[in-house]
């Protein structure tokens, strides 16, 4: 099959009307994913932004078959989807799954795992935005060092959140699976051509996409786009997959851009001191120091 690009990929719309705010990153990732792999498409959506914008009766937003699971069951539910239509003689569709980062990284990660141990023919795309954003920005395990959340507020003492992001592109790796990458939506091309290749791969496919949410992150809607370039740019984000037992880097910026200038455009990072900004640039640096020493180029 031809190499699909941002001029290839369908013009069909999969994914309109929806109720996401502007600038939305997640509805960008949804939207581009489907345009990828057409209308032969089961998609399952647990709770979260994107089943919240897009599952509004009578104006429904998905034109492929779509269904909401519960929040922990993403991957349960892309199981039976997928073996359920085998069974009724189906061959040519893809089961696909869009997550948040709280339902796949804390309450729908045993359902991950299971499946990944499973091996069962899936496509699982976590849309990271960093924080449970459809309850009110709570934090979630994947919200980064030092993030202001209604959960983890930023005081005197206390800078935000204490806790680094789990790296759930390296846990999904970690079952050994068929296929794992990670992607932001900053980088369309790069992001549709690893959807594109899941969907030829089979058993289970992990992907993980950066997508900033305005509202969230106290950015402009207009700077989606930007701001999830400059966190690729600035180190604290990396494009890379892992295939075939290997881990493989996408891109390496010639030299990284500014860490504080990453951070301090956003309103949750704001309140963030000299010394807070140091200690990110140091947890970056050890990242990248393992991988310049575990990845292929
Ligand atoms: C079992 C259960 N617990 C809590 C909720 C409430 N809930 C609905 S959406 C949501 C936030 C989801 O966050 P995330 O997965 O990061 O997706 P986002 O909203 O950021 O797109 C929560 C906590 C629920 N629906 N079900
Ligand atoms: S709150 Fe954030 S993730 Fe949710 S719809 Fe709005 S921009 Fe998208
Ligand atoms: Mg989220």
Redesign the pocket.
Known sequence: MANKTAESISRDEFFYGH?????????LAVRAALKVLGPNVVSVLPAG??S??GFNFPQLCFSNNSIISTFAGTASMLTGVEAGLRARGYKDFTAVGFA?DGGTADIGIQALSGAIDRNDNIIYIC?D?EAY??TG?QKSGLTPFGAKTTTTPAGKNIHGNIRPKKNMFEIAAAHDIPYAATASIGNLPDFIKKVQKASQIQGTKYIHVI?P????WGVA?DE?VAIAKEVVESGLWYLAEYENGNFKLNYKPKEFSSVEAYLKKQGRFKHLADEDIKLIEASRDKKWEYINKNFEL
């Open positions: 109720k996401a705010c502007a600038g939305c990153g997640g509805s932004c994107m919240a914008v948040g849309y935005n954003m459809n920005i997508a949410c305005p509202t969230g809607p989606t």
